[in-house]
């Protein structure tokens, strides 16, 4: 009885201990969490007011990522402080070491959103685009709506709306449509090889030239591009603002295909020639014969 009398007293005088230096640093813990708490509201002012700095002087989205940024560095360091309050004997290296081990299986964990988020604060920071481009991103085209520090957001030009992530658009190759003010459009009109060319010419370059959206300078131009197995094929180059692109591509197809008809010139589509032997021909009449006989 002896033995388990002594186990018994040496654990009431442990758990004893643990009360104790509990309620010993009630009044370290309470002022930890004070500071923290001031450190906080510290973090919300500091993250307001970066925000409205660099919104100020550049896009409003990258003014609420450094915000972000600036107030998750504030805390970090708000936990620093409240973690020495309570425990002085932990110094920083240690502390700082700690939650350096953490801070890594947490990039692990967590790689793709941190890739995201740095890619949109490069985007939102070199801005390469920006809301209201046409842009070809990552299989998808369409006009940016958004870009925040997690994707880019751009509407199709069928309606719907795409996010494509950061860092797919950060890394892969894009095109930005209205970089420049006009851009040029190429279209092959077929004709057939008996067509008179300079006139099929004169009559396709005319009809584009008659288009109003289509500019004149640069001016449009047309030439023989390859022969093809039913036709000669022209190939007409114009140009046009970016935002009359495709009504423009619309009006001179059909200014072009009233012109074609108008001068009566033909626009071929594909032919088959099939030559047949003389034996063939020879077979196929004597089995014809042959089921009339019988």
């Given at each position: 009885?002896?033995?388990?009398?002594?186990?018994?007293?040496a654990?009431?005088?442990?758990?004893?201990?643990?009360?104790?230096?509990?309620?010993?640093?009630?009044?370290?813990?309470?002022?930890?969490?004070?500071?923290?708490?001031?450190?906080?509201?510290?973090?919300?002012?500091?993250?307001?007011?970066?925000?409205?700095?660099?919104?100020?002087?550049?896009?409003?989205?990258?003014?609420?990522?450094?915000?972000?940024?600036?107030?998750?560095?504030?805390?970090?360091?708000?936990?620093?402080?409240?973690?020495?309050?309570?425990?002085?004997?932990?110094?920083?290296?240690?502390?700082?070491?700690?939650?350096?081990?953490?801070?890594?299986?947490?990039?692990?964990?967590?790689?793709?959103?941190?890739?995201?988020?740095?890619?949109?604060?490069?985007?939102?920071?070199r801005?390469p685009?920006?809301?209201?481009?046409?842009?070809?991103?990552?299989?998808?085209?369409?006009?940016?709506?958004?870009?925040?520090?997690?994707?880019?957001?751009?509407?199709?030009?069928?309606?719907?709306?795409?996010?494509?992530?950061n860092?797919?658009?950060?890394?892969?190759?894009?095109?930005?449509?209205?970089?420049?003010?006009?851009?040029?459009?190429?279209?092959?009109?077929?004709?057939?090889?008996?067509?008179?060319?300079?006139?099929?010419?004169?009559?396709?370059?005319?009809?584009?030239?008659?288009?109003?959206?289509?500019?004149?300078?640069?001016?449009?131009?047309?030439?023989?591009?390859?022969?093809?197995?039913?036709?000669?094929?022209?190939r007409?180059?114009?140009?046009t603002?970016?935002?009359?692109?495709?009504?423009?591509?619309?009006?001179?197809?059909?200014?072009?295909?009233?012109?074609?008809?108008?001068?009566?010139?033909?626009?071929?589509?594909?032919?088959?020639?099939?030559?047949?032997?003389?034996?063939?021909?020879?077979?196929?009449?004597?089995?014809?014969?042959?089921?009339?006989?019988?």
């Open positions: 009885m002896e033995p388990l009398v002594e186990q018994a007293n654990s009431i005088d442990t758990v004893s201990e643990m009360v104790q230096g509990f309620f010993a640093m009630v009044p370290q813990i309470l002022i930890a969490l004070i500071v923290f708490i001031l450190i906080m509201i510290l973090a919300g002012f500091i993250r307001k007011i970066t925000t409205r700095i660099i919104a100020s002087r550049a896009n409003r989205s990258v003014g609420v990522a450094l915000g972000r940024i600036a107030y998750m560095a504030v805390v970090f360091a708000g936990l620093l402080v409240a973690v020495a309050i309570i425990a002085p004997s932990v110094g920083a290296a240690e502390l700082i070491q700690i939650l350096g081990v953490g801070s890594v299986a947490i990039g692990f964990a967590f790689r793709d959103i941190l890739q995201n988020f740095l890619a949109g604060l490069i985007i939102l920071l801005q685009f920006k809301a209201g481009d046409w842009i070809k991103a990552s299989r998808y085209e369409g006009i940016v709506r958004e870009i925040s520090t997690r994707s880019t957001w751009i509407r199709t030009f069928d309606g719907q709306d795409v996010s494509i992530p860092g797919e658009v950060f890394t892969n190759a894009f095109t930005i449509v209205t970089r420049d003010p006009i851009m040029r459009t190429d279209y092959q009109f077929g004709i057939a090889y008996d067509a008179d060319i300079d006139h099929a010419k004169e009559t396709i370059l005319g009809a584009i030239k008659s288009v109003e959206a289509v500019s004149s300078d640069p001016q449009p131009d047309i030439g023989v591009w390859e022969f093809a197995d039913s036709s000669i094929n022209l007409a180059r114009w140009w603002s970016t935002d009359d692109f495709y009504d423009a591509r619309m009006n001179v197809l059909e200014a072009v295909k009233k012109a074609m008809d108008g001068a009566d010139i033909e626009i071929p589509f594909p032919h088959r020639q099939i030559l047949v032997q003389d034996e063939v021909v020879e077979s196929l009449n004597n089995n014809k014969k042959s089921a009339a006989s019988a």
